[in-house]
């Protein structure tokens, strides 16, 4: 059964400054998705990474994947208050099928 | 807004009853998935229909029950009603030359 692990699960941080979060899955795959879900909202997405190796950015946010880690992260890049959020990974296991498994989640809270 | 439309947008509801999410998906997306997020579980995977039929399957009830018609949306029957079906149900369709997932806005299913 594919497991897709986040963490941190919570992230405290102060405006300015830089963090990462992890996502790390048990299976071969070579398609990642990462969403971003306000309270009681529905998922953005923000990023498809689609190869390894893949660098997306968009903002204060870049995303990259490493397939023969199964391993990817989204950086965030002098936090602003507007990010506070929950970030999920996605993986599709199963090429063309878009079966997503999710991650846990990492709630994050800018601090002003 | 991605687009993707579900309805209702809540729904309360007695233990042993039955009720019928529905979904459109973005104008041109064949595919249409159905995601539960509950506190418990996450967000889940629960059925795949493509351009009509049903492709992929997930952990969904057999209490459950999903189609898709002709004009492409889709209706979620959940059917014996529990506590714990209460939970968000989010529809999504996808972008087949990006790989996106778009997700509606969801329906908010309490059972009481």
């Known amino acids: 059964e594919l497991k897709v692990e986040q963490n941190p699960l919570f992230l405290s941080m102060q405006e300015g400054k830089n963090y990462t979060i992890y996502c790390n899955y048990s299976?071969?795959?070579?398609?990642l998705y990462w969403y971003r879900q306000d309270p009681g909202k529905s998922l953005e997405s923000l990023f498809v990474?689609?190869?390894?190796?893949a660098v997306k950015q968009e903002g204060r946010l870049m995303a990259s994947l490493d397939t023969k880690a199964r391993l990817s992260t989204l950086h965030i890049t002098a936090a602003v208050h507007d990010l506070s959020a929950t970030y999920f990974c996605?993986?599709?296991?199963?090429?063309?099928?878009?079966?997503?498994?999710f991650g846990t989640g990492t709630r994050l809270t800018i601090i002003p | 807004d991605s687009g993707v439309t579900q309805t209702p947008k809540h729904l309360i509801t007695a233990t042993g009853q039955r009720v019928t999410l529905r979904c459109s998906p973005r104008?041109?997306?064949?595919?249409v998935y159905w995601y539960q997020q509950s506190l418990d579980q996450g967000l889940q995977f629960l059925i795949q229909?493509?351009?009509?039929?049903?492709?992929a399957k997930g952990n969904i009830l057999e209490r459950f029950s999903a189609q898709q018609f002709p004009d492409l949306h889709s209706e979620l029957n959940l059917s014996s009603l529990e506590l714990g079906d209460s939970a968000l149900y989010f529809c999504?369709?996808?972008?087949?030359?990006?790989?996106?997932?778009?997700f509606g806005p969801g329906t908010r299913l309490t059972v009481t």
């Open positions: 999504a369709s996808s972008d087949p030359r990006s790989f996106e997932q778009y």
């Open positions: 299976t071969t795959s070579d398609r």
């Open positions: 990474l689609l190869s390894n190796g």
């Open positions: 996605a993986v599709d296991p199963y090429f063309g099928n878009e079966k997503l498994t």
């Open positions: 104008s041109g997306d064949l595919s």
């Open positions: 229909y493509y351009n009509g039929e049903e492709r």
